[in-house]
């Protein structure tokens, strides 16, 4: 019985590596259920599924098994365990918005890791507190209508807590002499110092970012930073750089098949042209923007570009073509319940029509979505030079669009590259290979397996209860009871620890327990750094021809892009 499920969880492991979290808890469970009497090895199992579950966007379980690792690793005195397992919840937490509870977690990994010596574990604990800090800064944010760099004093205190811990995890790992981390750390300094309006800081760590993205050949780490610097350049009003850096955020998105990210190069691209006033080109990138917004179903971004394009168009004079956009702008945000939206493009639609001299009853019914995604494809028929009639070339333009899409695109999770993984990853687990001896690691019979999986599905774990009798997987037996009995008594939760997160848990709001505040419908075509209503403002003096003026109050308050992704598994 040991030895399968030793076999399961290795599987497990396996699976989780190499991106296939569901598979990999199918796994583990099914070891849990098969238990053990090593508790080295059920700490280790436990600390894995909480992160596989994490992966999984499946918060609950991911604290549950956390909890048990916690507990377990208390009960049999290992410090190092316990505080890793202490990270871990911490990062959960975090997630869940529950900040304050999260911070106490995160620095009792710090505590301990710096008790025992572990520069590593000390390392990873001042990263992931300057993850919730930076996160919390972002969510007291939303709703801010302040200028860039004009925060509200709590904010700012939040942020430049952010930052200090990110100095402190970026000394740290210079001295240990990790370069992937560095490079994690660069790239979050960058974001806090954009939140906080210092622009050429920024700038200068995402550079930093850059260079160690390419040395380690991390194109999705390179993309990010390229957009960030395309991002702090707008607001020092360097519009031909910003549009450099976004061209190739654009090229490596392509490369990286991400229609996600392709959409939003072109949506930034777009709107930085308009900067520019290189109306022809802004409506290039618009239109390549409502098509990937069309093929994924993205009413939302559809709206934006719709409404971008109308824009354009004014600036053009072609005030028919801006009318058809600004009434399908006006169509899809009555769909979606904008109500900012609505009537900004209300105001448009009439200011329009008063200016081409006709009246709801000269026109003709919207266009329909057939018409608009015809129109998207002429347009990019026009571009290869093609016949839209061609049959032929029709087919071989609609594969090549298809061919790109990634059904995942929307919950993708990074994937470590190159020992990317390491120090600074949001999660801490060990290994089951440091702990197992290859001599029983024979395959499990498929039946047994099978079954072993399809059981474990169907049971429900016990409530997250902290005695060590209820440890799902436990067997207590004659040769680990001692280290359940013995040596637990003097490593019970310290009574300060526990008051702390007491205290926090006492205080805080019910309806803040699920989610952050809400944010309108979710656009995944459009960057969460949509903030080029609020560069209108800021460069209002050079936008005078911009007739159809766009909202400054239905725009998402300026976020940076998200921190860099937590690392993969790491022993």
């Not at 952010?162 to 750390?185: H, I, P, S, W």
């Not at 280290?483 to 205290?503: A, R, T, W, Y």
Request: aromatic share 8%; charged share 25%.
């Amino acid at each position: 019985m040991e030895a399968s499920c030793l076999e399961l969880a290795l599987e497990g492991e396996r699976l989780c590596k190499s991106g296939d979290f569901k598979g990999g808890t199918a796994f583990f469970e099914a070891a849990v259920q098969v238990g053990t009497e090593d508790l080295k090895t059920l700490s280790a199992i436990y600390s894995q599924l909480g992160n596989a579950y994490f992966y999984l966007k499946e918060y609950g379980k991911a604290l549950e098994y956390h909890k048990h690792d916690l507990t377990l690793a208390r009960t049999i005195g290992d410090r190092i365990g316990e505080g890793k397992a202490s990270g871990n919840l911490g990062n959960t937490l975090k997630v869940l918005g529950r900040f304050d509870e999260a911070v106490v977690c995160c620095q009792r990994h710090l505590d301990i890791s710096q008790e025992q010596g572990d520069k590593v574990g000390e390392a990873r604990a001042l990263y992931n507190i300057g993850n919730v800090f930076h996160a919390k800064g972002k969510q007291q944010l939303w709703g801010c209508t302040q200028e860039p760099g004009d925060l509200p004093p709590d904010v700012r205190d939040t942020l430049q807590r952010a930052t200090g811990f990110y100095e402190m995890n970026l000394c740290l790992v210079k001295e240990l002499g990790d370069r992937a981390a560095q490079g994690r750390a660069y790239g979050n300094l960058g974001n806090t110092h954009y939140l906080l309006g210092n622009f050429v800081e920024a700038i200068k760590f995402h550079r930093q970012r850059l260079s160690i993205a390419k040395e380690f050949g991390d194109k999705a780490a390179e993309r990010r930073a390229y957009s960030n610097l395309g991002n702090a350049l707008i607001f020092l009003g360097q519009f031909n750089t910003a549009t450099e850096y976004y061209r190739k955020t654009l090229q490596l998105s392509r490369q990286l098949r991400d229609q996600v990210m392709e959409a939003q190069a072109c949506y930034s691209l777009g709107n930085t042209y308009t900067l520019l006033q290189q109306y022809e080109r802004a409506i290039d990138y618009h239109l390549k923007h409502l098509y990937i917004a069309q093929e994924l179903t993205d009413r939302v971004g559809e709206g934006r570009a719709c409404w971008s394009l109308g824009n354009a168009y004014v600036s053009l004079g072609n005030h028919k073509q801006a009318l058809h956009y600004a009434r399908k702008h006006l169509d899809i945000s009555k769909e979606i319940g904008d109500r900012n939206g609505e009537l900004t493009a209300r105001m448009n639609v009439e200011q329009l029509m008063e200016s081409l001299g006709v009246n709801e009853s000269d026109l003709s019914p919207s266009s329909s979505e057939f018409e608009m995604q015809g129109s998207s494809l002429s347009f990019l028929f026009q571009k290869l030079g093609r016949d839209p009639s061609d049959e032929d070339c029709f087919f071989d333009l609609l594969s090549k669009f298809q061919s790109s899409r990634m059904d995942d695109q929307r919950c993708h999770l990074d994937e470590p590259q190159n020992g990317d993984n390491g120090e600074g990853g949001a999660n801490s687990t060990a290994s089951l290979n440091e702990m197992i001896d290859p001599a029983i690691t024979t395959s499990p019979q498929t039946e047994e397996l099978f079954d072993l999986i399809a059981s474990s599905q169907s049971r429900r774990l016990d409530d997250q209860r902290v005695n060590v009798g209820n440890l799902p997987g436990l067997r207590i037996t004659h040769n680990n009871l001692g280290h359940l009995v013995g040596e637990g008594d003097h490593q019970e939760p310290s009574d300060d620890f526990f008051n702390m997160l007491i205290k926090c848990q006492s205080s805080r709001i019910d309806d803040q327990r699920c989610s952050p505040p809400e944010t309108g419908p979710h656009a995944p075509t459009v960057p969460d750094e949509d903030f080029f209503s609020l560069i209108q403002r800021v460069q209002a003096k050079r936008m005078d021809e911009q007739r159809v003026q766009l909202p400054t109050d239905d725009q998402d308050s300026p976020q940076p892009p998200d921190p860099e992704p937590p690392g993969g598994f790491s022993s």
